[in-house]
């Protein structure tokens, strides 16, 4: 059996997340295998896969802050917000100021209600938004709340009509970038869509873990789950009574670390399960032992 852990992968461009969870299942040797949030196939970077009993952290995984180094485009509009899409209008930028852009990227930093893109992953009355998109319908998304935590411009060049934003946005799960672009862009009157998508970070993972595929398909190197847990989540250690009773399934006393997840360890230093706290006990969330 494959060894359980996160890969830690940084997906080339025109890869899809499926393309690269098919490629780890060949490297790794095991079909259980997942990836916690996807990016799109122009995106580049971290990308977190699951092997083995560790795809049952991804969906926790999938919750925790990341951050994308990116390139905003105004003066461009695209049906997609990002350049993969076709060219639905076009106004120049070239007016537009430094001060605006940073007004502009002011107002689109901290906890903001967000309409994702139409081409999107959410489900629509069972069907998914690009799906639908792609087909010609208008679909209407609502509004969510979403956190940017940091939305740094860095550089910002004009060319012609066109200005391109370099900009580190440290954000929570569900916020989409190229609905930010969009944002910006249609704030500054010009609109806007997304060039350039790296992702550096998603939780504790970042870059600086990450390996090519080409690197893995030489070496598969696989952080252990009990390192994978430790790094991304509270931990709780526990007596050899209390390591029974949650390998079981059972519940723990709070111990005040937090709604969770937590991850719980044995006296011999092994993952045992993530819980999280509801005021006096500790549930299960999933149970690794056995």
């Not at 440290?170 to 930010?180: D, E, H």
Request: proline content about 4%.
């Amino acid at each position: 059996m494959a060894e359980s852990g996160l890969i830690i992968v940084d997906k080339p461009a025109e890869w899809t997340s499926h393309d690269v969870v098919a490629k780890m299942r060949r490297i790794a040797g095991t079909r259980r295998v997942g990836h916690a949030g996807t990016l799109d196939p122009m995106a580049t970077g971290v990308l977190v896969i699951g092997v083995e009993k560790a795809t049952r952290l991804l969906g926790h995984l999938m919750l925790t802050e990341k951050v994308y180094e990116t390139t905003i485009r105004l003066g461009v509009t695209t049906n997609t917000d990002d350049a993969e899409g076709e060219v639905t209008a076009t106004s120049s930028a070239a007016g537009v100021s430094e001060a605006e852009i940073r007004k502009g990227v002011e107002a689109l930093t901290g906890q903001i209600m967000q309409i994702p893109p139409q081409v999107s992953a959410i489900k629509v009355n069972g069907q998914r938004a690009y799906k639908k998109a792609r087909a010609g319908e208008e679909v209407e998304l609502k509004a969510r709340p979403v956190t940017v935590r940091e939305f740094d411009v860095q550089e910002i060049r004009a060319e012609g009509d066109v200005v391109d934003v370099d900009a580190v946005v440290t954000c929570s799960s569900g916020t989409y970038i190229r609905a930010l672009a969009r944002d910006l862009g249609a704030a500054l009157g010009v609109g806007g869509h997304l060039t350039r998508l790296r992702r550096t970070r998603v939780g504790p993972y970042d870059l600086g873990l990450a390996k090519s595929v080409e690197q893995l398909a030489e070496e598969c190197v696989v952080l252990p789950i009990g390192e994978a847990v430790a790094a991304a989540f509270p931990r709780r250690d526990v007596t050899a009574e209390e390591a029974r009773v949650i390998g079981h399934g059972g519940r723990l006393p709070a111990a005040d670390l937090g709604a969770g997840p937590i991850g719980v360890f044995g006296p011999d230093g092994e993952l045992l399960a993530l819980v999280e706290e509801h005021g006096p006990v500790a549930k299960p969330l999933a149970v690794f032992t056995g």
